[in-house]
């Protein structure tokens, strides 16, 4: 008798400024994980978000792979009637032929924290939402992009040079974010930093302020823990939000917090205070495993369905 081949599954944990894509076997077992672009199709477009998705696709394929859960940002909002699109897209890009699946990438962070099928996640990281689900029921709060996502690196990021150019312009409190900024960006004069910030990838600029924002903040610069106390408390609402719409406050759930923003103390700490003094039954979690595991998990899911 031939013996069965073993199979395997794809993950993919879109953002909007990269994009993890894993290879595992059926138990969950990650074997390799790359990196490529990113893939939100509201910051790229749906050709280049296919593009991206279908690259790391092809570098981590092994024979026997059976199914691809992709979990991509903006398709929970305006992209939403564009999956089918996505998912014909991805599919003429990849080298094998392979069953492809495209669903939010917050259903994915959720999964990555919990095997439970209600409750509620933060992604706060080049973006920010809140979503929940309870019983066949979802709520979800913010994820409108980067002119919105209050609580998100680019929101924090835009904080951070709206304060170095009003220091700069002695409008503003003085902050050593200044010397901070235009030292990581290397420019030396307020219109080298405009030039520099617009000219270039504008949201991967932005949100690599919130990071220094956080080295400032640890050294006690108050504008930096202004701005990160403010994103905290922010992304809080938006979970409260959630919450309180799925009427999960008298019942424990899990919490599930992922994302850049949540690696900042400050920022962990102004969002975890708001939470426990208004939801004290929120079982807050935050991933042992990368995001790209719940990809994984629904991959293995999608595929047992079949």
Not at 152 to 179: C, P, Y
Request: aromatic residues 6%; positive net charge.
């Amino acid at each position: 008798m031939k013996k069965k081949e073993k199979q395997y599954v794809i993950g993919v944990d879109g953002g909007g400024t990269k994009t993890v894509t894993a290879l595992a076997d059926l138990k969950g077992n990650i074997l390799r994980t790359v990196k490529t672009g990113p893939s939100s199709p509201r910051n790229v477009g749906i050709d280049k978000t296919a593009e991206n998705v279908a690259e790391g696709i092809n570098k981590v394929f092994k024979k026997n792979t059976a199914f691809v859960f992709a979990g991509l940002p903006a398709v929970e909002e305006e992209y939403k009637s564009k999956i089918n699109e996505i998912e014909k897209k991805i599919v003429k890009d990849v080298s094998n032929k392979i069953k492809i699946k495209v669903g939010s990438d917050q259903i994915v962070a959720f999964r990555s924290g919990t095997d439970e099928k209600s409750g509620v996640m933060v992604i706060a990281g080049t973006g920010c939402v809140a979503h929940g689900w309870r019983g066949g029921r979802e709520a979800k709060v913010s994820g409108w992009g980067w002119l919105a996502d209050e609580g998100s690196a680019i929101w924090a990021g835009r904080k951070v040079f709206q304060t170095v150019l009003k220091d700069i312009d002695n409008r503003g409190q003085k902050t050593s974010l200044t010397n901070l900024i235009l030292k990581k960006l290397r420019v030396s004069t307020s219109e080298k930093l405009v030039l520099k910030v617009y000219k270039e990838n504008f949201l991967q600029i932005l949100s690599s302020l919130s990071i220094v924002a956080d080295s400032a903040a640890k050294y006690g610069d108050q504008a930096a823990r202004m701005i990160l106390r403010e994103a905290g408390e922010e992304a809080a609402l938006a979970a409260e939000t959630v919450i309180k719409n799925l009427g999960f406050r008298k019942k424990s759930f899990p919490l599930v917090l992922v994302g850049s923003m949540f690696k900042s103390g400050n920022f962990r700490k102004s969002f975890e205070l708001h939470i426990k003094q208004s939801i004290s039954k929120a079982n807050i979690i935050y991933p042992k495993s990368a995001p790209v595991l719940g990809a994984v998990k629904l991959a293995i899911e999608n595929y047992g369905k079949r």
